[in-house]
């Protein structure tokens, strides 16, 4: 399979707790996204990189989140000291710039986050 | 705030039938506008996508319709099987920032 991969595909841990996610993009993608989403809600823009440069973060990014990637492959996803409003889907897209155009943006599967 | 917003939240539609999901947005700046299908516990899958230089395109039974004076677009699903019972979520970008903007998603249920 040669898609997005996300890892785990669910997570629960308890408040206060740190949990970390990780994206394996396709494989020449360039541009990695990070998005959230909660139930009956389309997904919310996190941040995202273009090789290992991290170019834009939403204000939805506290400073409890960090995200990583680090040789412009795959990507982590860290969020400290969890609240039980952090409880979503974690979603990670990736997409091959071509310079000028809009990319199209391949999404994984998902990391569910449960927060007891 | 929203900066796409769908209608309707929720559709039912028999086998065979066409589902219509409209979009609107505000952004002018916007000029790249996906479809993306969700089933349960998956995540978005891209299904159909327009730019605003053309009113139409159409792929296989999905067609979107764009109107850009409206600032509207739509998505149509011809001959709906049961297999298309999903979330559907229109989304749009603007040239130079690819951040995608969703809107909140129509759940559509195709009966046999």
């Known amino acids: 399979d040669t898609g997005v991969s996300q890892n785990p595909r669910h997570k629960i841990t308890k408040r206060g707790q740190n949990v970390t996610f990780r994206c394996d993009p396709i494989?020449?993608?360039?541009?990695l996204y990070w998005y959230r989403q909660t139930l009956g809600q389309g997904p919310e823009f996190l941040t995202y990189?273009?090789?290992?440069?991290?170019?834009?973060k939403s204000r939805l990014l506290s400073d409890r989140f960090s995200a990583e990637r680090p040789k412009g492959s795959f990507s982590t996803l860290e969020i400290q000291r969890t609240e039980q409003g952090d409880s979503a889907m974690y979603l990670c897209?990736?997409?091959?710039?071509?310079?000028?155009?809009?990319?199209?943006?391949?999404f994984g599967p998902g990391t569910r986050l449960t927060v007891l | 705030q929203q900066q796409v917003k769908q209608s309707p939240q929720s559709l039912i539609v028999q086998k065979g039938g066409i589902s219509i999901i409209n979009c609107a947005y505000e952004?002018?700046?916007?000029?790249?506008f996906p479809w993306y299908q969700q089933f349960p516990g998956k995540g978005p899958a891209l299904l159909i996508a327009?730019?605003?230089?053309?009113s139409e395109k159409k792929e296989g039974r999905f067609t979107i319709s764009f109107n850009k004076s409206a600032k509207q677009f739509s998505l149509h699903i011809m001959d709906s099987q049961p297999g298309d019972s999903a979330t559907y979520f229109c989304?749009?970008?603007?040239?130079?920032?690819?951040?995608?903007?969703f809107g909140k998603g129509n759940q559509v249920v195709v009966i046999p």
């Open positions: 990189f273009q090789n290992e440069a991290q170019l834009e």
């Open positions: 327009i730019r605003p230089d053309v």
């Open positions: 989304a749009a970008s603007a040239r130079g920032n690819n951040r995608l903007a």
């Open positions: 494989s020449e993608h360039n541009r």
């Open positions: 897209a990736s997409s091959l710039e071509r310079g000028g155009s809009t990319d199209t943006q391949y």
């Open positions: 952004n002018t700046a916007f000029d790249y």
